[in-house]
């Protein structure tokens, strides 16, 4: 059975940084695409960044170059840093986990598994 547990959100100011982690049980990390989503609230869940197994990254473009997404793979865990936050970006946050490693796409249709989520709220 696979299981993702989102930890690491909290409450920032804008400009500021968080780091959230997702620990994978039932799945290797390293084998398949890992993702996060977000979904603040009245809006729907929407794609973040994401990770295949060859380590490519992909990122949506409202958090290009502030976000980035890795793996752990001794600790079989997902990393997201988000720097230079702001209010746009409170939400809560999804760890997700594909069918391959391989990412098939942004949808939220398109990813398997999912985390509990972890909410994250930066104030201005």
């Known amino acids: 059975q696979v299981q993702l547990v989102e930890s690491g959100g909290g409450l920032v100011q804008a400009g500021g940084s968080l780091r959230l982690s997702c620990a994978a049980s039932g799945r290797t990390v390293s084998s398949y695409a890992m993702g996060w989503f977000r979904q603040a609230p009245g809006k729907e869940r929407e794609f973040v960044a994401a990770?295949?197994?060859?380590?490519?990254?992909y990122y949506a473009d409202s958090v290009k170059g502030r976000f980035t997404i890795s793996r752990d793979n001794a600790k079989n865990t997902v990393l997201l840093q988000m720097n230079s936050l702001k209010p746009g970006d409170t939400a809560v946050y999804y760890c997700?986990?594909?069918?391959?490693?391989?990412?098939?796409?942004?949808?939220?249709?398109?990813?398997?598994?999912w985390g509990q989520g972890t909410q994250v709220t930066v104030s201005s």
């Open positions: 990770i295949s197994w060859s380590t490519n990254t």
């Open positions: 997700a986990s594909g069918g391959s490693g391989y990412i098939s796409g942004n949808s939220p249709s398109s990813w398997n598994y």
